[in-house]
């Protein structure tokens, strides 16, 4: 079968590869692979993680059953044709962490797309402790492609504990922060995007935002300015953000409200500069993580099932897997938001 091999970061490959063993779990028949800001973060060389090429990349995962297991078919509840997800972590089940529910955080697991093969094949194979859940026949292939980034932006907003009177700030309108609108809206009084440019500011606006901060239009201090007067003059009482960008993580910890919450749920390439009084002394601020979705796919199914996620307008590009290096690549102007792979 044909699949993208990484070998090193900026070395890509389309290879014709051994099928899948079917010696436990299932295999399934790939239908489309998101490409990730993660994908293209390996793709650059730029990412934090201790990775060991070669592999096939592809965590955002759809497929149908080629086949499956006895304890598959029992553990996941699906036959061959079924159509399926599958979480990014391969978790061991045993741990204290998976005992708790917390398989997004298992030290003894694995990660499907870097240490087991992921999506970008026609085939692959998920092993007998993965995390698999089916997907509605009837659901259009956007939105079923974007269930993975649709599932860890509902684990971004649960971080937040939203209430009903805050003020939220989302940064970031990549694949996760513009479906984070989608979840956080009707939950909040008030949904504020922080954006790079014009082209994500109406994005924002048609997924939901109530009004938007353009950082690229701006000094930093005016946009701590803007984003305190979303709050009344306070500051916005959740700043969630999904850039990856250590400037907006000051920028939020600068202007959230004091007692507010900041979630981090982002890849970040450097480290930041932050001053530790404002999260401690002066603010008493609640800083939160975020990491991958435990738990969270049936919700963002429901949630792209009824369009609240419009899954039509994230997904701007499909690319064959021939085209996977179009689709790592910095895109010609501001109108790609997510790539598909479609095998």
Known sequence: MRAVVAYRPGD?????VAEPARDGGAVIEVE???VCAADRMIWRGDGPWDLSFPFTPGHEILGRVAWVDDLGAERWGIVPGDRVTAEVMVPCRRCRLCR???TNLCRFGTHLGSGLPGAFAERMALPPEAVVHEMPAELPLAAAALVEPAACAVHAVRRAELEADDVVVVAGI?????AALGVARGRCRRLVAVVSSPERAEV???LGAHDVVDVSSCAPAEAVDALMEQGGGAGPDVFLDCSGSTEAVELGLAAVVPGGRVVLY???RAPASIDLNVVAEHKELDVRGGHLAPGAFPEALELLRTGAIDAERIVTHRHPLDGVVAALEPAPGAGRLKAVLVP
Do not use: L
């Open 12 to 16: 890509f490959r389309i290879e014709d």
């Open 32 to 34: 489309a692979a998101g």
């Open 100 to 102: 708790a529910g917390r």
């Open 174 to 178: 990549g694949s996760v922060g513009a």
């Open 204 to 206: 924002a606006f048609a």
């Open 266 to 268: 982002g890849v970040y």
